[in-house]
T-cell receptor, first 112, second 111 residues
């Protein structure tokens, strides 16, 4: 069966520091991968998605970037965090692009 | 204007008190509607996919239905462990368009 791992679960970072969140999927090949952000009182917002190694699509302009160095690895990064980057970040995968997705357990990021 | 609206925002039920959650959408040419359950501090857990009006899916105490304008998540005889936020999302008709999520309904079931 397929599993998705996302870490760390919680993270507190100072403003201006770098960020790296990692996500890996097991049990499937060539998955579509996604990074979402969930803010209180708002729906899930898609940040990035990837259909293959090195292929990244950005949905919203922001202080963040994503990379896919391996088939089942997806990384969310920032060179300098802003206070507004605080939130709950979720990695997900799907078989077919933009259909039912399966989510990781999320990372609670607090920028102080 | 929100394309996916969930109601109510919050629902409190007694154990055994059946009810329904609503997800209405304005996109035309729906390609799929998805229901998720999310526990506090966790990622959403996939529940159902519905593709066409009249379709129904069931899982334990949950049943999801779909019409041309909305979907219902019926909860029969809920238990405290059904307490969670329920999210719905729609797949827009345009290929390559990301899922559109609603803001969710937070369900609390007390014993």
């Amino acid at each position: 069966s397929q599993t998705i791992h996302q870490w760390p679960a919680t993270l507190v970072q100072p403003v201006g520091s770098p960020l790296s969140l990692e996500c890996t999927v097991e049990g499937t090949s060539n998955p579509n991968l996604y990074w979402y952000r969930q803010a209180a009182g708002r729906g899930l917002q898609l940040l990035f998605y990837s259909v293959g190694i090195g292929q990244i699509s950005s949905e919203v302009p922001q202080n963040l970037s994503a990379s896919r160095p391996q088939d089942r690895q997806f990384i969310l990064s920032s060179k300098k965090l802003l206070l507004s980057d605080s939130g709950f970040y979720l990695c997900a995968w799907s078989v077919t692009l933009h259909t039912e997705a399966f989510f990781g357990q999320g990372t609670r990021l607090t920028v102080v | 204007e929100d394309q996916v609206t969930q109601s109510p925002e919050a629902l409190r039920l007694q154990e055994g008190e059946s009810s329904s959650l609503n997800c209405s959408y304005t996109v035309s040419g729906l390609r799929g509607l998805f229901w998720y359950r999310q526990d506090p501090g966790k990622g959403p857990e996939f529940l159902f996919t519905l593709y066409s009006a009249g379709e129904e899916k069931e899982k334990e105490r949950l049943k999801a239905t779909l019409t041309k304008k909305e979907s219902f998540l019926h909860i029969t005889a809920p238990k405290p462990e059904d307490s969670a936020t329920y999210l719905c999302a729609v797949q827009a008709p345009q290929a390559g368009t990301a899922l559109i999520f609603g803001k969710g309904t937070t369900l609390s079931v007390s014993s």
